[in-house]
Structure formats: C-alpha cells, structure tokens
C-alpha cells in the first residue's frame, strides 16, 4: 500500500535527517542548510505558537525575496497553519482591505495598518533558549492563500484546494528533478514564485533566491550556481536579453535544463530569441490562472510549428465562447473558461470578489482561440482591449510588437480618449536611446494604421513589476489625467 504524502513540514524535515549539509537557499550570498532550515523553523514555529498561532490561523508574510521568507513560510507549515503571502510594497490601504477578507493570527514583516492582528517585525529572531527539537506533524487545511484583485480589480483571496501534504511529484510534469539548482527571480508573493519554491523545497533543490530582480546578477547567479531549473516572466526575459547580447561570453546558460515562463503573455520575438539562446527542448511555456482550473504547456519544439500559441490543455478542461455563451469554432476570438476535470477535487475557493462564471465554467477575462489542432491562443484580457472607431485593439499585439525592437526593455499600451475615434492607443515604453518618431515609424511597418500610438510617452524605470505585472486601469487613468493637464 503506498504511503500517504506527509505534508510539507516532514518533507522539509525528512530531506534535512538524510542530508542535513546540503544547501537548501543562499540568498545574498548567505546559504542556509537543509538541518539549519529545519531547526531554525522549529524554533521559529514554537516563537510564533506563543504568539497565539493554531493550526488551521493564517499567517500573513509581508516580507521581500529572503532567507527570512522562507524561513517564515515553513514555520507557518509546521504550525498547520496557513500562510499568505502579500508583496511589502502594498500600500496601507490595501494591505488592509486583503486582511479584512480573513481573520489571522499573525502578521510577519509589518504592522496591521488597522492595529487589529499581532504582528513581528522584518528581522525578528526567536527567544534562542525555545528548543529546535522537532516538532508534532501537523496539516494546513490550505497550503497557500494567495491575493489578487483580478479582472475584477477588487481584491480577493484565492485558497489552494489542496491541504499541506503537497507532493515532490508536483513538478514531475514540470520536467523538475530532485537536485535541481533552482533560481527564484519573481517575488514569492506571486503564484509563480510560491508554487515554484513550494515545488523546490520538496524535491530537495537548492533554491536561489533574488531579493529583487536586476539583469546582471540574475546572469551571474545562472553561471555561478549552475541553475538547472527556473520559472520567470516575459519582463524579465526582455530586461535580460540586451544585457546578455552586450557581453554573452561573461554568461554561461548550458546549465539550465528547463526554463519556464508564466503570468503573462510573452512577444514571439522575444520568445524566439530565448529558444535560440537555450535551445527549443529547454524553453517551456504555462498559462493558467492562480486557480489552477485548468492549464496548457508548450514546448519550444510546439511553438515553433505554432508561433504565438500558448499550447493545449494538459489539465482540466478549457473552451472559448461569444457573448452569446455558444462555443466558438476554431480561429474565432472569444472569451476562455475553463474548470477541472469532472470528478476531480475543486483546485481553489474565492474569500472575496469572485471570477465570472457560466454554469459550473470560470473565466479569467482572456480572450483567445483554438487552432484546428487545438492549440490555443491568446490576444488579450477583456477589460484591456479597446476599440478605435469601431474596431477592436489589442494592447497585447501592439506591446509584441514593440518588444521585437531590440532597444525596447517594457512598454505597456493604453486606450485614451479621442474626439473622433473613440479611442486610440497611447504607448509607455521604456528604451535606450528611442523617441517617438522611431516608435511610430517602427510599429507603422509592423501594424494596421488604426493600432499604432497616437501618442509615446518615455519611461525611465520597468512599466511592469518582476511579476510581469502592470496596473494598466491606474496607469490608463494617470495617463488620461495628464493629457487633459497637457491641453489645458
């Protein structure tokens, strides 16, 4: 009979009794050990116990990419507790509209803005007189309660379906071996990041952690560490590519067995240009919500016979439907649902804003479409696109476009207000050495008149966070604000 999957507390610990000196995260420079992870996080779960933390409470960590991170998190999975990570960089009043959604016992980073939740500092060390025995096998009813706002833009919880006894094989299908020397470039308040350093730390690798994401040192920790093994975001692939072009024989990358992107989507030139840098077996893509309903994979070798796809459904079911709700027929755009596989157990449950959905069907806000060999597409979220004169505009296209220029690091697009039109798009791009007339020159040989910028406005710093994510309703509304200044 096969033994039932321990949670993630006695992997951590199990791992540690057979190899104890083996790193298990370096951080700045400064590597923790698998038995100097596990004892330190038994300390640590005994100083939070104290402070009043059950199992089955929520703890919510607000710290950067650390050492400290890490060791946080499982001591909230030794507890049985749950832990939910949010980015330090949340305002006041978010932060304190997510802790409203869910009673906690604890806030790890930072003070509850409202006062209401004890909390421990950044830094916080343990009374060293509390022992580092190992502590009763306990289960999170949740293994991780992520936040987001949303299509919605309100914010919410998403609460993984499955309980803490997550396995090593999670990141089989992944092409993850035990061993892997795996590189942590998101923050780990993202989904990305967390399922990937969840996935890490039960198969046994060594996690490096970035603090926060910088293109030369993410290069150098590649060849320093021999990382076999990482999951990024396409703003962080194009931020990298004019660093490693300008001195490619500082960097060695032939380590690296399977690089993954998520999160968002990623402009085939950029795409291409890493599969021609690693090699198509080693360049992978996933898309799929926080919620897991349902997910596709492509292999480099996938897309290109099928430039621009996402790929197919390897878990859960997905479909494209009109505003009708009737499902449409191949290469027709329409918005993506998806929903696990019948009979199997619910991935996710909302605490907050919830997803639209139809009969039993969620929806993210994609729009996309199937190709006759079932490989899907995507052009852009719902609430992004815009229409110029009737006619529907993709940011999304407009951004892969600019990105095959080899001076743009990030730009983001926009629907403005326009007299005659409607609407027409407004670029930010971040470049080297760019002005307007080379962005509407270059997007003119490239796109319908209709989709290029009326207007580009330059940016000093990224227009989108190591997540790959962008606020484009604040953004867009900023930017509107500042052209009607302009006209007055």
């Given at each position: 009979m096969t033994e039932p999957t321990p949670p993630i507390s006695t992997q951590i610990s199990r791992l540690a009794a057979a190899a104890p000196d083996a790193p298990a995260a370096t951080c700045e420079g400064v590597t923790i050990t698998r038995g100097e992870l596990d004892a330190s996080t038994n300390r640590l779960a005994r100083a939070y116990a104290e402070l009043g933390v059950r199992q089955g409470d929520y703890v919510t960590v607000v710290l950067p990419n650390s050492i400290e991170w890490v060791q946080a998190v499982v001591a909230t999975w030794k507890l049985g507790a749950v832990p939910q990570p949010l980015s330090p960089r949340?305002?006041?009043?978010?932060?304190?509209?997510?802790?409203?959604?869910?009673?906690?016992?604890?806030?790890?980073?930072?003070?509850?803005?409202?006062?209401?939740?004890?909390?421990v500092p950044a830094g916080f060390a343990p009374d060293p007189a509390l022992p580092d025995a190992g502590l009763p096998e306990k289960v999170s009813p949740v293994f991780k309660a992520m936040a987001s706002g949303g299509s919605t833009g309100r914010p919410?919880?998403?609460?993984?379906?499955?309980?803490?006894?997550?396995?090593?094989?999670?990141?089989?299908?992944?092409?993850?071996?035990?061993g892997d020397v795996n590189l942590l470039s998101v923050p780990l308040s993202h989904n990305t990041g967390f399922t990937t350093f969840a996935i890490g730390l039960v198969q046994g690798h060594h996690l490096v952690l970035m603090p926060r994401f910088e293109p030369h040192e993410f290069l150098r920790l590649v060849t320093e560490h021999r990382v076999t093994f990482l999951a990024t975001v396409?703003?962080?692939m194009q931020r990298l590519l004019p660093v490693y072009r300008a001195d490619p024989d500082a960097y060695d990358l032939s380590s690296i067995r399977r690089f993954w992107h998520l999160?968002?989507?990623c402009p085939p030139a950029i795409k291409r240009a890493w599969i021609d840098l690693l090699a198509p077996e080693a360049v992978w893509e996933l898309y799929g919500g926080t919620e897991?309903?349902?997910?596709?994979?492509?292999?480099?070798?996938?897309?290109?016979?099928?430039?621009?796809?996402?790929?197919?459904?390897?878990?859960?079911?997905?479909?494209?439907?009109?505003?009708?709700?009737?499902?449409?027929?191949?290469?027709?755009?329409?918005?993506?649902?998806?929903?696990?596989?019948?009979?199997?157990?619910?991935?996710?449950?909302?605490?907050?804003?919830?997803?639209?959905?139809?009969?039993?069907?969620?929806?993210?806000?994609?729009?996309?479409?199937?190709?006759?060999?079932?490989?899907?597409?995507?052009?852009?979220?719902?609430?992004?696109?815009?229409?110029?004169?009737?006619?529907?505009?993709?940011?999304?296209?407009?951004?892969?476009?600019?990105?095959?220029?080899?001076?743009?690091?990030?730009?983001?697009?926009?629907?403005v207000p326009d007299e005659d039109l409607g609407q027409v798009p407004h670029a930010l791009v971040q470049a080297d050495g760019l002005d307007e007339a080379d962005v509407v020159a270059f997007l003119a040989e490239r796109l319908e008149r209709y989709k290029v910028p009326r207007t580009v406005e330059f940016s000093e710093t990224p227009l989108r966070d190591d997540a790959g994510k962008a606020r484009r309703s604040a953004v867009r509304d900023d930017v509107i604000s500042r052209l009607a200044q302009a006209r007055r």
């Open positions: 949340l305002p006041d009043a978010e932060l304190a509209a997510l802790l409203d959604l869910r009673p906690r016992a604890l806030v790890v980073g930072r003070d509850d803005p409202t006062g209401r939740t004890p909390s919410k919880l998403i609460e993984a379906g499955g309980d803490s006894r997550f396995p090593a094989l999670a990141g089989y299908p992944l092409g993850a071996q035990e396409p703003t962080i999160a968002a989507p897991l309903q349902a997910l596709t994979f492509i292999s480099g070798e996938q897309w290109l016979a099928h430039p621009g796809s996402v790929g197919v459904v390897v878990a859960g079911e997905m479909k494209v439907l009109d505003d009708d709700g009737n499902e449409c027929p191949p290469g027709v755009v329409g918005e993506i649902y998806m929903r696990p596989s019948p009979g199997s157990a619910p991935t996710y449950r909302y605490v907050g804003a919830t997803a639209k959905s139809r009969d039993g069907w969620d929806s993210l806000g994609d729009l996309g479409y199937f190709d006759e060999d079932g490989f899907l597409y995507l052009n852009d979220r719902r609430v992004d696109m815009f229409t110029v004169g009737g006619r529907n505009v993709y940011p999304a296209e407009i951004e892969s476009a600019l990105s095959e220029h080899p001076r743009v690091l990030s730009c983001l697009v926009v629907g």
